[in-house]
């Protein structure tokens, strides 16, 4: 079938991209779903910073791509399920949250309950395959397309394989369904699975939009007893204030540290960095107290570097991990955060800065990059 879709050809467009144009939107040709895979009307797409890593080159992926990881739509076809390949537990009209890195079941990291580690998946998603090692899109001369991270959700319909998908209650509208699959999963499970920050806790927020903000409300959520904003913006750091930070921080401020320190009594017991600046987790860890555990979910170029002395490892019991899509489970966890936030406890429909047309995503692109968008969402 033809599909409309957001393809990237090359890596490293400078803002404005309204000018540069990274994103044409194109007609591509869609394979329909092998075994084990599944096409899916994508009705919502959400716009990240890791899709700005790979436009600015900071995730190299390979190209050309049809790019967007985070969406949500309604199940079209199942594939066949002949070898235990899956997919017969979906049918058509389901709604569905897409997770960007697919869980085989059978690798080491799967079989220990760590599927966001899937070897099998990080193999696909590294070389712009699915999970079976297929490609389902080529342009209308048969140029093959990369998938981006077994998603491609810029687009009008997506064949991606079942392990890429989550079922999802049909009652939650898909355009706020979308946040779950990346912002909502990595920035509520940073604090709940990665960092396991117990009630009561103090921690620090760095990097104010979608995850990190969706980290302050699982903050929030867990119970913590201070948090700290910290950012660039002050509109930004207010909103924060709204959403439940006890002390805002500007990140620009050159005493910001020595700021959180004495606000904090010594430092936070977490700080959580976002922003993908190795600058921004160095304050970081500077931050956090003796004893205490500084997680980063950011996604600096891959030669970036960042002082650190070791020692404080040893004589101050620290610890430094890595967050990655929130250390999830997303059959276990996608549901759960569903529910707070069909409660009322997980506010994450504020996030929310708009919707958009496919048409006008590199104008789209270029709030996010100039920091005046929280999350916006393309509608299909």
């Given at each position: 079938m033809e599909i409309r879709a957001a393809v990237l050809d090359a890596m490293g467009a400078s803002a404005p991209y309204a000018s540069s144009k990274p994103l044409t939107v194109e007609t591509l040709e869609l394979q329909a779903p092998g075994p084990g895979e599944v096409l899916v009307r994508i009705k919502a797409a959400g716009l990240c910073h890791s899709d700005l890593s790979v436009i600015n080159g900071n995730r190299p992926r390979?190209?050309?791509m049809a790019l967007g990881h985070e969406a949500a739509g309604i199940v079209e076809e199942v594939g066949p399920t002949a070898g235990g390949a899956g997919g017969d537990d979906l049918k058509p009209g389901d709604h569905v949250v897409f997770v960007f890195v697919p869980s085989c079941g059978h690798c080491e990291p799967c079989t220990e309950g760590r599927p966001a580690l899937c070897e099998p998946g990080a193999a696909a998603n590294g070389a712009g395959t699915l999970l079976s090692g297929a490609r389902r899109l080529q342009r209308l001369d048969g140029t093959p397309v990369n998938h981006h991270l077994g998603v491609s959700g810029f687009a009008e319909y997506a064949t991606v394989s079942r392990r890429s998908l989550v079922k999802v209650d049909p009652e939650l509208p898909l355009v706020e369904a979308a946040l779950f699959g990346c912002a909502v999963l990595t920035g509520v499970g940073a604090v709940i699975n990665t960092a396991h920050m117990p009630a009561g806790a103090s921690c620090a927020v760095i990097g104010l939009g979608g995850v990190g903000l969706a980290a302050l409300l699982g903050a929030v959520v867990a119970g913590a007893r201070t948090i700290v904003a910290i950012d660039l913006s002050d509109d930004k750091l207010a909103f924060a204030a709204e959403l439940g930070a006890t002390d805002t921080v500007n990140a620009a401020d050159p005493d910001a540290a020595t700021k959180v320190r004495a606000a904090t009594g010594g430092g936070v017991e977490f700080a959580f960095d976002f922003t993908g600046s190795t600058r921004a987790l160095d304050l970081g860890y500077q931050i956090t107290r003796r004893g205490g555990t500084t997680v980063t979910a950011g996604l600096p170029a891959?030669?970036?570097?960042?002082?650190?002395?070791?020692?404080?490892?040893v004589a101050e019991e620290r610890c430094l991990r890595g967050s990655y899509i929130g250390t999830a489970v997303p059959t276990r966890d996608i549901p759960r955060y569903i529910t707070l936030y069909q409660r009322g406890r997980l506010p994450v429909d504020r996030l929310l800065t708009g919707t958009l047309d496919l048409d006008d995503i590199n104008d789209g692109f270029d709030?996010?990059?100039?920091?005046?968008?929280?999350?916006?969402?393309i509608t299909l």
């Open positions: 390979p190209m050309p891959p030669n970036a570097t960042m002082p650190l002395a070791p020692v404080t490892l709030r996010l990059h100039d920091g005046q968008a929280i999350r916006q969402v």
